[in-house]
T-cell receptor, first 114, second 110 residues
Framework: DTEVTQTPKHLVMGMTNKKSLKCEQHMGHRAMYWYKQKAKKPPELMFVYSYEKLSINESVPSRFSPECPNSSLLNLHLHALQPEDSALYLC?????????????FGPGTRLTVT | AQRVTQPEKLLSVFKGAPVELKCNYSYSGSPELFWYVQYSRQRLQLLLRHISRESIKGFTADLNKGETSFHLKKPFAQEEDSAMYYCALKGSSNTGKLIFGQGTTLQVKP
């Protein structure tokens, strides 16, 4: 299995809702990443996990809460989002942090906040 | 400061024409540079890394430290090359950070 999968594909949520995005990989990768991507813009790094521990938080607002319950799974918990948080959320993985240049990206979850 | 600049938002060429997607970087030390590609409705994927010096899908890229550039080239563009191309720089200290340029959309016309 050489893919990163993400669920759901699409998500519409109100500003008071709580939802979660899920990312999974079975390539044995020990580094996982969350990115936010706006239309026609590059991905913006949000969080990096290495061996299930949070390695980087790029000053992301606390309404986004990442979780890495095991080496194959990465979640992003969402609460009290704003309309400007609407974007494509990408998950990626790499074998190790040191090999972050070769990241395998998932297809993304398109999030709309109403 | 670590920065990647792709000066062209859009590059439009005819099929069979040469292509050069520009990328300039700012980095103190030995940079590691990459090209990622995102085809329509497909996921972002690694195309090239400068260390490997290989040709993928006919594309090559040479690191020019004097000009701080890593331009992506292909001698004869194909319609299936139409995509968004991102130049990326590996951040320092093995933090896992990839610094992406703003991207260039390549449009290959028939």
């Amino acid at each position: 299995d050489t893919e990163v999968t993400q669920t759901p594909k699409h998500l519409v949520m109100g500003m008071t809702n709580k939802k979660s995005l899920k990312c999974e990989q079975h390539m044995g990768h020990r580094a996982m990443y969350w990115y936010k991507q706006k239309a026609k813009k590059p991905p913006e790094l949000m969080f990096v996990y290495s061996y299930e521990k949070l390695s980087i938080n790029e000053s992301v607002p606390s309404r986004f809460s990442p979780e890495c319950p095991n080496s194959s799974l990465l979640n992003l918990h969402l609460h009290a989002l704003q309309p400007e948080d609407s974007a494509l959320y990408l998950c990626a993985s790499s074998r190790r942090l040191a090999e972050s240049y070769e990241q395998y990206f998932g297809p993304g979850t398109r999030l709309t906040v109403t | 400061a670590q920065r990647v600049t792709q000066p062209e938002k859009l590059l439009s060429v005819f099929k069979g024409a040469p292509v050069e997607l520009k990328c300039n970087y700012s980095y103190s030390g030995s940079p590691e540079l990459f090209w990622y590609v995102q085809y329509s409705r497909q996921r972002l994927q690694l195309l090239l890394r400068h260390i490997s010096r290989e040709s993928i899908k006919g594309f090559t890229a040479d690191l020019n430290k004097g000009e701080t550039s890593f331009h992506l080239k292909k001698p004869f563009a194909q319609e299936e090359d139409s995509a968004m191309y991102y130049c990326a720089l590996k951040g320092s200290s093995n933090t896992g950070k990839l610094i992406f340029g703003q991207g260039t959309t390549l449009q290959v016309k028939p």
